[in-house]
């Protein structure tokens, strides 16, 4: 489709004229090949319908789409007639404000995102200013972690938001995908949002209040083996809720009103309390997200919005060691000073928590998960080694002095006395619990394990309980069918 070009409506036109225009859409969606397109345009040139006749209806009626593919081909078409200056391919996402599609703008084929508003909240003056706030805010930021606006504008209470395409899963997928991310690719990634909420925060003193894994997207780099690359690349959207922390008069309209903005799961204490807010709000969401990262859930947790804040303000900062036991403590104490209550026990800025992000990743950290063979068990009282048996003497040596009884004086052996070599390596202290103690080397006794709970000189019980459990249950069975 190109400039000038005539945009139908959907169930205007003939079936076929309307397939023809759907057919970009539908092989984006990954619906159709084109052996399969050129197929049903055979089928369609040949079917009677009704004029007026949408197109979704008919390939939903004929089993071609399922009801929700067809649902979603007349949303994206539905569209197109409100957006003539790109061509909408497919839907990627919907919310409660509006609706995003993979598109390409029609005067240089520039493939975006468009984000448009939901034209029923076109006379909701909240949220057309939050949706305009997004793009002024972003319009004038270039940086390599947030994605770029490309274009914005409306007309008829459409508005939209044509940002960058980024090919590539949010963490939140990530996430779902392998349970929980390695240590140092979650540092890394954090590290790099960081680094874009400094711009925002510096040039143009912006608060973005909506960090989540959702919100941020990552361009995966595909061309090597190592599944979680140190080229991968995090870009941070959905600015909608950005704020100046300057005339912040929507904090005290939404303070009155007992509503809160921002996704609870990783709201700071400040932010849910509806204060002012700067950038240390923004690192606490970080972190919250860095958690959610590293141990694949979130730092706190409820069954209501309502319980999730009172959490946030209430409950004890959580260690994510608690959860993955093999997180470096460097790595946990950073978590948890970002989740800290007050905003000033956190990092100042956001290049001091990059700093700090630094540190943790050069000390390295654990990428593999490591499981106990056996549970662990509350260290007891440590058993006394059983001692060996007296050595057996030389031939024609003289036999070894008796054991000297406790505050007795031993006697040192007569000159020329040959002693057995077991006898004179027990004359040898060893340091055991950074006590001297005069213990025989040979044989070494088997310390049970605290590790495990299982002793590696217990006996067995041997087999007869098990030949007479047999023998019940084999009469109980014969009971039991004879019965």
């Known amino acids: 489709m190109g400039p000038g070009s005539t945009v139908l409506m959907p169930g205007s036109g003939s079936l076929l004229v309307q397939f023809d225009q759907a057919k970009p859409v539908l092989s984006q969606s990954g619906w159709f090949t084109e052996a399969m397109a050129t197929r049903a345009t055979a089928a369609i040139a040949q079917a009677v319908a009704m004029p007026g006749t949408r197109l979704s209806r008919y390939l939903a009626e004929q089993g071609i789409l399922s009801a929700e593919q067809a649902a979603e ?64 805010a972003l319009a004038g930021l270039r940086h390599p972690h947030i994605a770029q606006v490309v274009d914005s504008g409306g007309s008829n209470g459409h508005l939209f938001i044509a940002l960058e395409f980024i090919d590539g899963p949010s963490l939140m997928a990530m996430v779902k995908d392998y349970r929980r991310l390695p240590e140092p690719y979650a540092l890394r990634v954090v590290r790099q949002v960081a680094d874009g909420l400094h711009h925002v925060w510096t040039a143009a003193g912006l608060v973005h209040r909506d960090i989540k894994p959702e919100n941020i997207l990552v361009l995966r780099n595909r ?114 000073t970002c989740l800290a209550k007050k905003p000033a026990d956190r990092f100042a800025d956001h290049m001091a928590f990059a700093r700090a992000l630094d540190k943790v990743a050069a000390g390295g950290g654990s990428t593999t998960v490591r499981f106990l063979k056996k549970p662990l068990r509350a260290p007891g009282k440590p058993r006394v080694p059983t001692p060996p048996p007296p050595p057996l003497p030389m031939p024609g040596a003289t036999p070894a002095p008796a054991a000297v009884a406790p505050g007795a004086v031993a006697t040192p052996p007569a000159p020329g006395t040959v002693m057995p070599l077991a006898a004179a390596r027990s004359a040898t202290p060893v340091e055991a619990g950074g006590v001297g103690l005069a213990m025989p080397a040979a044989p070494v006794a088997t310390v049970r394990s605290r590790v495990y709970d299982e002793d590696p000189q217990a006996q067995g019980i041997g087999v007869m309980p098990w030949l007479v459990l047999g023998a019940a249950l084999i009469c109980f069975l014969i009971f039991m069918a004879l019965s």
């Open 223 to 336: 061309s090597g083996t190592d599944l979680f690359s140190d080229q991968d690349v995090a870009k941070l959207i959905d600015f909608g809720l950005v704020k100046p922390t300057e005339g912040d008069d929507e904090r005290v309209r939404l303070t009155q009103t007992g509503m809160t903005i921002g996704t609870p799961l990783y709201m700071s204490p400040e932010q849910i309390r509806g204060e002012t807010l700067d950038c240390r709000s923004d690192i606490y969401a970080l972190g919250a997200t860095l958690y959610h990262m590293l141990t694949g859930t979130v730092p706190f947790a409820g069954t209501s919005p309502g319980a999730i804040m009172s959490a946030h303000l209430t409950e004890p900062v959580p260690d994510p060691g608690t959860v993955v036991p093999e997180l470096s403590a460097a790595c946990r104490e950073l978590v948890r």
């Open 73 to 136: 081909m007349e949303c994206v078409l539905d569209h197109q007639g409100h957006f003539p200056a790109f061509r909408l391919l497919r839907k990627l996402g919907a919310g409660g404000m509006g609706t995003v599609f993979l598109a390409d703008r029609v005067v240089d084929g520039r493939r975006v995102a468009l984000k448009t508003l939901n034209p029923r909240l076109a006379d909701e003056g909240d949220f057309v200013s939050r949706f305009e706030r997004e793009a002024q």
